[in-house]
């Protein structure tokens, strides 16, 4: 309900059974941002936004806002907006009666009451359907009524699970600009699960990544998106491309990999001395097919499957190696093309392989036939 | 017309009906339908006209001399004065049991059982019970005269009581299994939305659960009603039948097989069946003002 300057998790942990869902997230959120917790399926997300809601009790750790403990109050207590991925609308409630539960529930003036709700039936135009029920509005509609039900209270923290994940492409972009658009023009702090990256990278000033219950990196979309933190946080931000590989030759954040046969320059990621078993991560838009005369990191290929997607072409590619790449670009091209790859050695990342049970769904690899 | 002229109508025809919601498969009701038809409407309207052709009078007298007599006409008093309470008090005490049981938790399996097992032990074992326990020299009693609470045992057998302990104790497992599928039902993320919003958790019961449960209770009650205003065999053995617990049944029960005068004994089944029409027809009346649509749980 007060707004706070600061709401800080501090190794919050949650278990199922024997089975850990969220291992030590540590984060702290100031107030007016826009995170997204992002990761695959089953990775903890809901169960972060639950914790954080009060829908399930913390097996470890504890939440702060400013210098009071919350993780200890019950739901109704926190006065949180949850945006549930179902929407869990009220269904024999009208959309009014829905957007103004919060507010009802707070015992404000009758006048206050009616005035807001207006103003957030508005703020979402859904001003022709107030006296509907859920059961009888579309799929973007009942996703701005949870919307307005969940920000209509001024919550100080909203929280939002695949708001969107139930509803087509077009809506989904249009919906994206009008949750950023409703955070800003109401100030609000708003913490979004997805697992989508691109919605992730467009709404979010700061990124959480998790992996298997454990944050792997915090930051903001464009470190994110130029420099993942490890090949698994690189394999869900779009770099398509992963092969395994060892280095010749590491010098500084320079790395020499030996892969496929082929020697590849790249940016050093992380922690690996000479010799160590490497992953090297590519974007597909980082391939450029206009390689002939590059010296380095030239790889020779042939077209093998084109899939038409407006401006860009995404293609499939097998160098003469045998090893099979993902690029896209704007250049014709078509199957069964000889052409001259080229990644520029800024765009080429190495990480550390880490355990081989993990690496062992790559590329293959002359790593694998040591 | 080609070939394909027979078939096109004909799958035509199908679609309008399908759209009245009229479906050809229905046909395979027909056995079902011709065994309710026998077993179910035929002795309804055999009682029907044999209740309008007394052995003296005009074509009502049977009812008139239902309705003129107080000792017959109290029995339908008597009967709603213990159905009506029965049912209603299994519906609210199915309520906060089933909310509590709607989750999952250790044991569910075994309390379900316990609270369920009435069911089968039928009513004249439940009669038995109750003698045993709530009976002048039962348990219940003895304990109640050994800590010297009372001087004289409490009369809860033989009389309005012990009827009603009855029909509570065979009607409750019915309105608690109904009263947990409703809840189950009810999408269990709704109280967790409201609980975001703000609801304590007696809130989020009368705003969202209460409201998306109360047809299931409308229903439940109409069943346990009907159950209950039929009672015929507690009220014999653990009630006081020729007092006040002379309840509607007993009266047809009487003029059918102690008069044998059938066509009253209709009369008498069909001002019974009547009462229960108008009490149901109420309360569903009732339950058409809620909202009845998806609650999008389990189902
Ligand atoms: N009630 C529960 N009981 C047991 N395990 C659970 C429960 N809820 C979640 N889990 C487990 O915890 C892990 C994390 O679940 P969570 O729902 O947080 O995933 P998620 O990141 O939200 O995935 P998705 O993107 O598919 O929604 C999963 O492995 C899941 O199986
Ligand atoms: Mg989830």
């Given at each position: 309900m007060s707004a706070f300057s600061q709401l800080r998790l501090d190794g919050v942990s949650r278990r199922f059974g024997g089975q850990d869902a969220l291992t030590d997230l540590d984060l702290t959120i100031e107030t007016g941002e826009f995170i997204a917790l992002l990761g695959p399926s089953g990775c903890g997300k809901s169960t972060a936004l639950n914790c954080l809601a009060g829908l399930l009790p913390l097996t470890r750790g504890s939440i702060w806002q400013d210098e009071r403990r919350i993780d200890t109050l019950p739901p109704e207590r926190r006065g949180f907006g949850m945006v549930f991925q179902s929407y869990a609308l009220f269904p024999h409630l009208t959309v009014r009666a829905n957007i103004a539960f919060g507010l009802r529930m707070r015992r404000l003036p009758k006048e206050e009451t009616r005035r807001r709700t207006a103003e957030a039936v508005r703020l979402v135009r859904l001003e022709d359907h107030?006296?509907?029920?859920?059961?009888?509005?579309?799929g973007g509609q009942q996703q701005r009524v949870a919307i307005a039900r969940a920000v209509v209270f001024e919550p100080s923290l909203v929280l939002m699970d695949e708001p969107l994940s139930n509803l087509d492409a077009k809506l989904r972009l249009e919906m994206r600009t009008e949750i950023r658009r409703l955070h800003q023009s109401l100030g609000l702090t708003t913490v979004y699960v997805t697992h989508d990256q691109e919605e992730a990278l467009s709404l979010a000033d700061r990124l959480v990544v998790l992996r298997e219950g454990r944050v792997q990196q915090i930051g903001s979309p464009r470190e994110l998106h130029t420099r993942p933190a490890n090949w698994h946080v690189a394999d869900f931000m779009g770099y398509r491309n992963l092969w395994r590989g060892r280095v010749a030759r590491r010098d500084g954040s320079r790395a020499t990999v030996e892969s496929s046969g082929q020697r590849l320059l790249g940016e050093a990621v992380g922690d690996f001395a000479d010799h160590a078993d490497v992953v090297v991560a590519v974007r597909p838009e980082d391939i450029r097919v206009d390689g002939a005369g590059e010296t380095s990191n030239a790889l020779s290929a042939t077209i093998e499957v084109v899939e038409y997607q407006g401006r860009e072409l995404a293609a499939e590619a097998r160098t003469d190696t045998g090893q099979s790449l993902h690029l896209r670009t704007e250049q014709r091209i078509a199957p069964g093309d000889q052409v001259k790859l080229a990644i520029d050695p800024q765009r080429l990342l190495v990480y550390p392989a880490g355990a081989t049970a993990e690496t062992d769904r790559l590329a293959d690899t002359p790593a694998a036939t040591r | 017309m080609s070939a394909a002229g027979p078939g096109r109508p004909s799958a035509h025809w199908r679609h309008r009906l399908a759209e009245r919601g009229i479906d050809r498969q229905l046909i395979l009701l027909v056995p079902a339908l011709v065994f309710v038809i026998a077993l179910f409407l035929y002795p309804f309207f055999y009682g029907l006209s044999l209740s309008f052709q007394p052995t003296d009078g005009g074509p009502f007298s049977d009812y008139a001399r239902f309705f003129s007599d107080a000792y017959e006409r109290g029995t339908i008093w008597i009967t709603l004065r213990i159905a009506l309470p029965a049912a209603l008090l299994n519906v609210l005490a199915a309520v906060p049991i089933a909310y509590r049981m709607r989750g999952r938790f250790r044991g569910k399996r075994l309390v379900t059982t316990l609270l369920v097992v009435p069911i089968t032990l039928g009513t004249v074992l439940t009669a038995q019970g109750l003698l045993n326990f709530l009976g002048p020299t039962g348990w219940f009693n003895r304990i109640l005269l050994a800590t010297h609470l009372v001087d004289e045992p409490v009369r809860l057998t033989h009389n309005y009581w012990g009827v009603f302990f009855s029909l509570v104790i065979t009607g409750f497992p019915f309105a608690f299994l109904l009263v947990l599928s409703y809840l189950s039902g009810i999408d269990p993320t709704l109280e967790r939305a409201a609980a975001t919003l703000g609801a304590d958790w007696r809130r989020r019961f009368t705003r969202i659960t209460l409201p998306l449960l109360m047809p299931g209770l409308a229903t439940t009650f109409c069943l346990t009603f009907v159950l209950a205003f039929s009672v015929f065999p507690s009220a014999v053995l653990v009630g006081n039948p020729a007092g006040e617990t002379r309840v509607i049944s007993l009266a047809a029960y009487q003029a059918a097989y102690e008069q044998y005068d059938y066509p009253y004994a209709s009369a008498i089944a069909m001002i019974m069946g009547f009462v229960e029409l108008v009490v149901i027809a109420v309360v569903l009346a009732a339950r058409s003002r809620f909202y009845t649509g998806a609650t999008g749980g389990k189902g």
């Open positions: 107030v006296d509907k029920l859920p059961g009888q509005l579309s | -």
